[in-house]
């Protein structure tokens, strides 16, 4: 299971970090990401990590703005968003895969709930 929590209000410039709690498995052999969904709009990748926390990956809108982690001692994976837009306001989920890391929606095993950023102008 996985618990996302974090998300807010903020202008435009600001900052905000997301948070992905996994309980009931052994979460430090899951590869974990984050994808988000705009009202209206597909839900689209956003950010990976390895489950060893040696590698990332970006969609290149948020690349320098956004820094994914983990703490394999905390089953714990974050999502730092800094100098935030508008055009990321979206639903943001957590997301985990065995092993390799979720780039599409189709190779995410287990979803988080959800949790809302939004950024206004």
């Known amino acids: 299971q996985l618990q996302a929590s974090g998300g807010g209000l903020v202008q435009a410039g600001g900052s905000l970090r997301l948070s992905c709690a996994a309980s009931g498995r052994a979460f430090s052999m899951y590869a974990t990401g984050w994808f988000r969904q705009a009202p209206g709009k597909e839900r689209e990748f956003v950010a990976a990590?390895?489950?060893?926390?040696?590698?990332?990956t970006y969609v290149d809108s948020v690349k320098g703005r956004f820094t994914i982690s983990r703490d394999n001692a905390k089953n714990t994976v974050y999502l730092q968003l800094n100098s935030l837009k508008p055009e990321d306001t979206a639903v943001y989920y957590c997301?985990?895969?065995?092993?390799?890391?979720?780039?599409?929606?189709?190779?995410?095993?287990?979803w988080g709930q959800g949790t809302q950023v939004t950024v206004s102008s």
């Open positions: 997301a985990a895969r065995n092993l390799a890391m979720p780039l599409t929606t189709a190779e995410v095993a287990y």
């Open positions: 990590i390895t489950w060893t926390g040696d590698s990332t």
